[in-house]
């Protein structure tokens, strides 16, 4: 990408999505951490969000946020503004690699700010073909940076459980790749 007709952009809505963690298509996990049932529970959350991006939540927030939120008055829109929810999640695609102003980017990741009761931020990214996970946390949920490791290593697991699972059931060729994480990488 030519540093020329590079246009930085901040153009986003948000919806709040209700899951349930404990559930999986409508029965109780016993132990969530140990007994995931990743691909059913995976399942709940997509139904529950296609119901959501079929809603006109997500273009009404894109409206107020970027529109009517610059002529309410402050008390109204601390109101809006105030989170009360337990985890934020963004999953962004993002671009190939660039250059800017000649400079090649390498790597990109980001933190989605914790406000109010929020106490999980989790986000990823695609980069150059790779995928970004970042986490932030408050401490009244990981109390020290070994459980913090313990959630992300829990995290990558999921994920290569998953891919392998879709390449067993779709191509037939599972895959040991080497994932690096960010406590690996010094980061």
């Given at each position: 990408?030519?540093?020329?007709?590079?246009?930085?952009?901040?153009?986003?809505?948000?919806?709040?999505?209700?899951?349930c963690?404990?559930?999986?298509?409508?029965q109780?996990?016993?132990?969530?951490n140990r007994?995931?049932?990743?691909?059913?529970?995976?399942?709940?959350?997509?139904?529950?969000?296609?119901?959501?991006?079929?809603?006109?939540?997500?273009?009404?927030?894109?409206?107020?946020?970027?529109?009517?939120?610059?002529?309410?008055?402050?008390k109204?829109?601390k109101?809006?503004?105030?989170?009360?929810?337990?985890?934020?999640f963004?999953?962004?695609?993002?671009?190939?690699k660039?250059?800017?102003?000649?400079?090649?980017?390498?790597?990109?990741?980001?933190?989605?700010?914790?406000?109010?009761?929020?106490?999980?931020?989790?986000?990823?990214?695609?980069?150059?073909?790779?995928?970004?996970?970042?986490?932030?946390?408050?401490?009244?949920?990981?109390k020290?940076?070994?459980?913090?490791?313990?959630?992300l290593e829990?995290?990558?697991?999921?994920?290569?459980?998953?891919y392998n699972?879709?390449?067993?059931?779709?191509?037939?060729?599972?895959?040991?790749?080497?994932?690096?994480?960010?406590?690996?990488?010094?980061?």
């Amino acid at each position: 990408m030519p540093d020329e007709n590079l246009t930085l952009d901040n153009r986003f809505s948000i919806a709040l999505l209700r899951i349930c963690i404990s559930n999986a298509n409508g029965q109780t996990i016993i132990e969530p951490n140990r007994d995931s049932q990743f691909f059913k529970r995976l399942q709940d959350i997509t139904r529950t969000n296609n119901k959501l991006r079929k809603s006109s939540d997500i273009l009404l927030n894109f409206w107020i946020m970027k529109y009517l939120s610059a002529l309410l008055p402050g008390k109204i829109l601390k109101a809006f503004l105030l989170s009360h929810n337990t985890m934020v999640f963004s999953n962004m695609c993002g671009p190939e690699k660039i250059h800017i102003l000649n400079n090649f980017l390498s790597n990109i990741i980001f933190w989605i700010p914790n406000k109010s009761t929020t106490a999980l931020g989790f986000s990823l990214l695609s980069y150059g073909g790779n995928l970004n996970l970042s986490l932030i946390a408050d401490k009244s949920i990981v109390k020290d940076e070994r459980s913090l490791d313990e959630l992300l290593e829990n995290t990558i697991h999921e994920i290569n459980i998953a891919y392998n699972h879709i390449i067993l059931t779709h191509f037939l060729k599972p895959s040991n790749l080497p994932i690096e994480t960010s406590v690996e990488n010094g980061m």
